[in-house]
């Protein structure tokens, strides 16, 4: 019975096992071949460690791994955090119209990429409805050049995927926070714990899991980030913005198409992403 019962499980299995190997494994293995390949179009030979040799001296691609590393350290911790009170302070069941409030955070994620990135380059063009807000408070005396300058295009960016994606991450906390049990609140108010007492020694400590599996995602997302500096800042101005994601994306279809040199770029992501995700488990997870 056993036997059978198990014959009859691979048969469930193997399709998508088929599918898995086909669609995902063997690609992998294909592009870390292509890797050490060199030249263009179809005309590519074994070139050795050329291609990653080339990493260590190409000025665009050290720009793009800054650009994606900064993206990475500044926004991942603030989308957290904030995503993190926010889901406390929606979690209180005094709030009125907290449904609305989840609602109105979470849309973002839904919305279209190209859509939303397009609304964001018009919001914040030099006659765009943000610098004309900045000019009638008179915070600023002239127009901020949000896309074309270095720093403010870099910030533009951050603006944007936070407000993409911190809803994304509320509705983890959310519904890690209603699994806790009322009580241990009320044991901790009863025994004069202030409100962020509670929050640094109780919600953080039992959130742990969820906040350990968003940071990863979130790490995982910021890594490949595309969308958004393609479709807002086009990289620019002078490659400032640019990302690896978008890099890879210009190497094969913008510049003269190079296989090789783009799949060698798309494994310093997977370094990166294993690399990082590691550490994260370490730290996050002692036991």
Known sequence: MQKRLNGRAWLFVIPSLILIVAFVFYPMVQAFLTSFQTGVANNLKFGG????????????????????????????????LLALAISSMLNNKKLKCRGLFR???????????????????????????????????????????????????????IIAITWRWTGYNMIF????????????????????????????????PLLKPIILFTTINST?????????????????????????????YNLLFKYQPNFGYAAAVSFVIVVLIVVLSFIQLKVGDKE
């Open 103 to 157: 609602t109105a955070i979470f849309l973002p994620c839904v919305t279209s990429l190209v859509a939303y990135s397009i609304i964001f380059k018009s919001l914040f063009a030099n006659d765009g409805f943000v610098n004309g807000i900045l000019m009638n408070l008179h915070l600023i005396s002239q127009p901020i050049n949000w896309l074309t300058s270095t720093g403010f295009a870099r910030l533009l960016i």
């Open 220 to 248: 995982i997302g910021t890594l490949q980030l595309f969308d958004e500096p393609m479709n807002i800042t086009q990289g620019g101005p002078a490659n400032t913005t640019i990302t690896i994601s978008q890099y890879i």
């Open 173 to 204: 906390y959310l519904s890690g926070l209603q699994s806790i049990d009322d009580s241990i609140y009320e044991a901790a108010s009863i025994d004069g714990a202030t409100g962020f007492q509670k929050f640094r020694y109780m919600t953080l």
């Open 49 to 80: 460690v050329a291609n990653y040799q080339r990493l260590l001296t190409d000025s665009t691609f050290q720009k793009a791994l800054f650009n994606t590393v900064l993206f990475l350290l500044v926004q991942v911790p603030v989308m957290i």
